[in-house]
């Protein structure tokens, strides 16, 4: 742009001035360029104005950035730990804390935090009718929030990946987006535990979960049809430390 407002009209010449990427596309570019000789100085002109503005945008926000580095520097474990949610970023972890704070004690789960957030329903009774009403106005920076990084979750190899491609197949993308950012946001909830970091239990948790249950329910059935009733308790996890840990060592 900086040669085409220098007064050089040739396609040819500015399509060659393409970097990195766009030098595949040289072609495209002197196609796109045809015309280039009716681009006049008061053309020129508005182009260098837009682009002088934009430069000044970007210097403000680095000048900005820098002082919201300096803010949350006290804080940077906190960030850490919002850093390793799937599809979450330096910025999408510096946006959370400044609306959630750091402090996640406050919110006895991760329950309580989404409805403060109004990420929850609202019930709607009328006499002896109950129901669902719409979610309560919430923080809207939030809510956003949480789409951007409900998405760029969807398209990674982690349970919440799996999530919500699931959802979004059968339920459609916006609801999968509004049900992944409210688990983003419990999960949130690790803050709460200084040196805690994301577990992700895999892309294929659900898979796993599916074979287990048809594995209860098939050996359910068949004692079952040896005439046994059964009840099912699951096995507590040893404790650190216990015997179970002395015999295997």
Not at 61 to 71: G, K, Q
Not at 82 to 106: H, I, K, N, Y
Not at 133 to 159: D, H, P
Not at 175 to 189: D, E, F, H, I
């Amino acid at each position: 742009m900086d040669h085409l407002i220098a007064g050089e009209r040739d396609p040819k010449v500015l399509a060659q001035l393409a970097r990195r990427r766009a030098r595949r596309k040289i072609a495209e570019l002197e196609e796109s360029l045809e015309g280039a000789e009716f681009f006049t100085p008061e053309h020129a002109t508005l182009l260098a104005t837009m682009l002088a503005r934009i430069d000044r945008v970007n210097a403000e926000i680095d000048e900005l950035t820098t002082v919201i580095e300096r803010l949350l520097a006290p804080y940077e474990e906190q960030l850490q730990q919002a850093e390793s949610m799937p599809g979450w970023g330096r910025r999408a972890a510096q946006d959370a804390l400044a609306e959630t704070g750091v402090d996640m004690t406050r919110f006895p789960t991760g329950a309580h935090l989404a409805s403060w957030a109004g990420r929850t329903p609202l019930d709607n009774s009328s006499g002896k009718r109950t129901g669902r009403a719409k979610s309560k106005k919430g923080n809207r920076y939030l809510g956003g929030l949480l789409g951007e990084t409900a998405i760029a979750a969807g398209k990674t190899q982690t349970r919440e990946g799996a999530r919500y491609r699931r959802l979004a197949r059968r339920r459609g993308k916006p609801k999968a987006q509004v049900a992944v950012g409210n688990t983003q946001l419990k999960a949130s909830q690790l803050l709460a535990d200084p040196g805690m970091r994301y577990q992700d239990l895999g892309p294929d948790y659900y898979e796993r979960q599916a074979s287990v249950r048809r594995q209860i329910a098939h050996h359910v059935g068949k004692l079952g049809g040896l005439g046994f009733e059964v009840t099912l308790c699951r096995i507590p996890e040893p404790e650190p430390g216990g015997p179970g840990d002395s015999q295997a060592a």
